[in-house]
């Protein structure tokens, strides 16, 4: 059973509001990853990092921002939420060093609606 | 960048075999991987081959892995209920640090 978190499970806000969808993983992985999925079900990498103080964007542009202050954290807002914000956000993490499978542990993921 | 093609639907019969299809892009793939994703949860690991393996056997999963076409499958035999999920194929890049991930493949068991 994997052990990564995230919150709010479902949210539903305003357009112009400011959110942040918390991402925490107790198995002491460097890597970690957010994930936005659309509902024809498709997954796109929105932003990664490789261990504390490190983030990049991923292969889908995203207006979100992310930080990682911590190993176990890694927090993705929105500024200013819009409807086109609207998805599914799936967090996941990755034990680090370039060796083994790669597999990925995910959370249950942040049900964003914005109206 | 890598592009994973998967088909969209499947619906199975319990008990029969179900055999969902995937090409991948990127030849220099490590690892090609397969995760289930349960209604309303998050993805999770089935199973995973190395690309230098043509098949692998894991109690009802079987995966092929066919390089020269890019050509990967997954196979559950005695499908049941509980396999009524979406499917994704996945493969790593950058050294397995990253995963790229199919469309997704959505299978319904029918009792």
């Known amino acids: 059973e994997a052990d990564i978190y995230q919150t709010p499970r479902y949210l539903v806000i305003g357009t112009g509001k400011k959110i942040t969808l918390e991402c925490s993983q107790t198995?002491?992985?460097?890597?970690m990853y957010w994930y936005q999925q659309d509902p024809g079900m498709e997954l796109h990498l929105i932003h990664y990092?490789?261990?504390?103080?490190?983030?990049e964007k991923g292969d889908l542009s995203s207006e979100s921002t992310v930080s990682r202050i911590r190993t176990e954290h890694f927090p993705l807002t929105l500024e200013s939420a819009r409807p086109s914000h609207t998805s599914q956000y799936l967090c996941?993490?990755?034990?680090?060093?370039?060796?083994?499978?790669?597999?990925?542990?995910f959370g249950e993921g942040s049900r964003l609606t914005v109206l | 960048g890598e592009d994973v093609e998967q088909s969209l639907f499947l619906s199975v019969r319990e008990g029969d075999s179900s055999v969902i299809n995937c090409t991948y892009t990127?030849?220099?793939?490590?690892?090609l991987y397969w995760y289930k994703q349960e209604p309303g949860a998050g993805l999770q690991l089935l199973t995973y081959?190395?690309?230098?393996?043509d098949m692998k056997q894991d109690q009802r999963l079987t995966v092929l892995l066919n390089k020269k076409d890019k050509h990967l499958s997954l196979r559950i035999a005695d499908t049941q209920t509980g396999d009524s999920a979406i499917y994704f194929c996945?493969?790593?890049?950058?050294?397995?640090?990253?995963?790229?991930f199919g469309k997704g493949n959505q299978v319904v068991v029918i009792p």
């Open positions: 198995m002491g992985h460097d890597k």
């Open positions: 081959i190395f690309s230098n393996m």
């Open positions: 996941a993490s990755a034990p680090g060093g370039s060796g083994g499978a790669g597999e990925l542990f």
């Open positions: 996945a493969e790593s890049y950058y050294g397995n640090n990253r995963l790229a």
């Open positions: 990092s490789y261990g504390v103080n490190s983030t």
């Open positions: 990127d030849s220099s793939s490590t690892y």
